[in-house]
C-alpha cells in the first residue's frame, strides 16, 4: 500500500513519463485521503496482471526445473521470476519464460497483460494454438515463441500488436497461411516463421511491411511465385525463403535492394536467369545461395564486384557457360560451390579462373564437380588458400596429370576428382598429411585405383603412397 507521500512522488514520474497513467490519477487527486487506500487496492491493472499470470502457471503441466516455485503469493509478482515490471506503474512489461522445458498451454489471460512489451517463451514444450488474445497486446515489441510445439494456425488477430519489431515463430508445429492482415505491422523488422509447416502463397500485404530487414521463412510448404510487391521493401537485408516450393522467376524488384546481404532461397522451383548487373545492384551481399532450382543462363561477371561475398552457391541448377567472374576482388569468399550446372565448354581454358581465385585467402571449400569444365588443372591451384579443406572436381572432363602443387594444400581433408580424364601418377597426393576423403575413381591415372577408394584414411594413403 502506498502513502500519499509516495503517491505524489510516483504522480510526478508519471506526468513525466507515462502519459497513459495521468487520467486516472487525476480522478484520484480529487479523492479524499480516507478513500485513497481502498481506491488503490482496486486498482485495474495490477491485479489483473497478477491473475493474468497465475493463468499462465495454472497451464503449465510439467516445470522440471522449478521455474515457477517463486510464482506465489508471498513474494509480489513483479519479483516473480522472468517477470519485469515498469518502475513507477507495477505493470507487467515483460516476460521471460525461455529455455525451461516448461510443458503445457499458453493461457488466453496472456492477453490481459495489457502493458506487455516483450515476452519470450523460447525453448520449452509449448502446444497448442497461440491465443487470439495475443492480438490485444498493442504495445508488444517483441514476441518470441520459437522452438516450441505451437500448433495450429497463426492468429489473425496477431495484426492488433501493432507495435511489433520482432515476431520468431520459428521451429514450431503451425500450419495455415500467413494472414494478409500482418501486412499492416509498419514496426515489424523481422519476421521469423522457420521450420514450420506453413502453405499457400506469400501474401502481397508483405510488402506493405515498411520497416522489414528480415525475412526467415525457410522450411515451410510455401507455394506459388515471390511477390512483385517485396520489391518495396528497401530496408530488407536477410531473405530466406530455402526449402519451399515457389516456383516462378525471382522478382527483378528484389535485385534492386541493395541492403540485402543475406539471399538465400534453395531447394525450390524457381527459374529464370540472373540479371547480369546483380553484383552491382546487390552491393552488400555475403550470402548468396539459391542452389537446388533451375535456373538457366550465365553466372553474372558483375558478381566479381559484390566485393563482401562469403558464400555463393548455385549447386544444382541450370547455368551454362564459361565462368567469367573475377574472384580477385572477393577477399573474404570462404566458400564457392557451382556443383551439377552446365557450367564449361570442354575447353582448355575453363579453369582459368581458378588464378584469379588464389586471392580468395580464406576460401575452405571449393565444388566443382559435375560441370562440363575441360583442359588441365592449372598449376595454380597450388595456389590457393592453405585454408581449403574441401576441393571437389569430380565429374567433369579434366584431362592431363596432377599438379605437383596441390601438396600446398596442407589442410584438405577431402579430395574428389573422380569421373574425368586424369591420368599420370597419383604420387603427390601422399603428401597432403590431413586426408581423410579421397576419390579418384574413373580416370586414367597409371596405378590401378579400386573404384571403391571412396573414404580414404589416414592409414590407407600412406600405404598407398609406399607403393606407388
Ligand atoms: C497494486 O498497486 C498498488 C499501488 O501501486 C500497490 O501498493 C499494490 O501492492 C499493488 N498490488 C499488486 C498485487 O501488485
Ligand atoms: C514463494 O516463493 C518464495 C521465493 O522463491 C519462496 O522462498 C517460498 O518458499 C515460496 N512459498 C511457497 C509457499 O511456495
Ligand atoms: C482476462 O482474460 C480472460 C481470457 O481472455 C478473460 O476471460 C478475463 O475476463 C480477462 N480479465 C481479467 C480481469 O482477468
Ligand atoms: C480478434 O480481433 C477481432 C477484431 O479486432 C476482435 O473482434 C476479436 O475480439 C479478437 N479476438 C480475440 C480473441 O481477442
Ligand atoms: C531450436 O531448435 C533447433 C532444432 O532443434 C536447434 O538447432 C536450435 O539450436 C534451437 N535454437 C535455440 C535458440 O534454442
Ligand atoms: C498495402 O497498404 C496500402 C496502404 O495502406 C493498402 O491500400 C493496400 O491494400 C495494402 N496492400 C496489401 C496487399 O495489403
Ligand atoms: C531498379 O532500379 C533502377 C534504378 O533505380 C531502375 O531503373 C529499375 O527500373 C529498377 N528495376 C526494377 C525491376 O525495379
Ligand atoms: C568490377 O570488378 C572488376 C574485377 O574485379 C574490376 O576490374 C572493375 O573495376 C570493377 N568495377 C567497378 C565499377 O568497381
Ligand atoms: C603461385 O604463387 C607463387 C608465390 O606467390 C608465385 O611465384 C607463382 O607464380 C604462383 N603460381 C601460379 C601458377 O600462379
Ligand atoms: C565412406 O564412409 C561413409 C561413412 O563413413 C560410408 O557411408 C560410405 O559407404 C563409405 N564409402 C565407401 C566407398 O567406402
Request: overall charge neutral.
Amino acid at each position: 500500500m502506498l502513502s500519499s507521500l509516495q503517491f505524489k512522488t510516483s504522480l510526478q514520474f508519471s506526468v513525466l513519463f507515462i502519459p497513459f497513467l495521468v487520467p486516472f490519477f487525476i480522478i484520484l487527486l480529487h479523492t479524499p485521503n480516507s478513500t485513497l487506500a481502498s481506491l488503490i487496492t482496486t486498482l485495474p491493472g495490477n491485479d489483473t496482471d497478477r491473475l493474468a499470470l497465475l493463468a499462465i502457471k495454472s497451464q503449465i503441466t510439467h516445470d522440471p526445473l522449478g521455474f515457477f516455485s517463486s510464482w506465489n503469493d508471498s513474494v509480489h509478482f513483479c519479483n516473480w521470476k522472468g517477470v519485469t515490471c515498469g518502475h513507477l506503474h507495477q505493470r507487467v512489461i515483460t516476460l521471460n519464460l525461455s529455455n525451461y522445458n516448461l510443458v503445457g498451454s499458453l493461457s488466453p489471460h496472456m492477453g490481459n497483460l495489457s502493458f506487455l512489451r516483450g515476452i519470450n517463451l523460447q525453448q520449452n514444450y509449448f502446444h497448442g494454438e497461440i491465443p487470439p488474445e495475443v492480438g490485444r497486446l498493442y504495445r508488444l515489441m517483441y514476441l518470441n515463441f520459437s522452438n516450441n510445439s505451437f500448433s495450429g494456425e497463426i492468429p489473425v488477430n496477431l495484426s492488433g500488436c501493432s507495435s511489433l519489431i520482432m515476431i520468431r515463430l520459428g521451429f514450431n508445429n503451425l500450419i495455415g497461411k500467413i494472414p494478409s492482415q500482418l501486412g499492416s505491422l509498419q514496426k515489424l523488422e523481422r519476421f521469423q516463421l522457420h521450420y514450420n509447416h506453413l502453405r499457400g502463397q506469400l501474401p502481397d500485404s508483405l510488402g506493405n511491411l515498411s520497416s522489414i530487414r528480415s525475412f526467415s521463412m525457410s522450411v515451410n510448404g510455401f507455394e506459388g511465385t515471390i511477390p512483385e510487391s517485396l520489391g518495396r521493401l528497401k530496408t530488407l537485408n536477410f531473405l530466406g525463403f530455402g526449402l519451399n516450393q515457389l516456383s516462378g522467376t525471382i522478382p527483378h524488384s528484389l535485385f534492386n535492394l541493395s541492403f540485402i546481404s543475406v539471399f538465400t532461397l534453395p531447394f525450390n522451383q524457381l527459374h529464370g536467369n540472373l540479371p547480369s548487373n546483380l553484383g552491382f545492384t546487390l552491393p552488400n551481399l555475403q550470402v548468396f545461395n539459391i542452389g537446388h532450382n533451375r535456373f538457366t543462363g550465365p553466372l553474372p561477371q558483375s558478381l566479381s564486384n559484390a566485393s563482401n561475398l562469403l558464400e555463393l552457391d548455385i549447386n544444382s541448377s541450370n547455368f551454362t557457360g564459361k565462368v567469367k567472374i573475377d574472384f580477385g576482388g572477393l577477399p573474404s569468399l570462404w566458400s564457392l560451390v557451382l556443383a551439377a550446372n552446365q557450367l564449361g565448354n570442354g575447353e582448355a581454358d575453363d579453369l582459368s579462373f581458378l588464378d584469379s581465385l588464389t586471392k580468395c585467402r580464406d576460401l575452405r571449400l571449393l565444388d566443382l564437380s559435375e560441370n562440363g569444365f575441360g583442359g588441365k588443372l592449372p598449376h595454380s591451384i597450388g595456389n590457393l588458400s592453405t585454408q581449403l579443406v574441401q576441393l571437389r572436381l569430380g565429374g567433369n572432363q579434366l584431362s592431363g596429370s596432377i599438379p605437383i602443387e596441390i601438396e600446398n594444400l596442407v589442410n584438405l581433408t577431402e579430395l574428389t576428382m573422380s569421373k574425368n580424364n586424369l591420368s599420370g601418377s597419383i604420387h603427390v597426393i601422399g603428401n597432403l598429411p590431413m586426408l581423410r576423403r579421397l576419390d579418384l575413381s574413373e580416370n586414367a591415372f597409371s596405378v590401378h585405383i579400386p573404384s571403391s577408394i571412396g573414404n580414404i584414411t589416414q592409414f590407407m594413403l600412406y600405404t598407398l603412397k609406399r607403393t606407388t
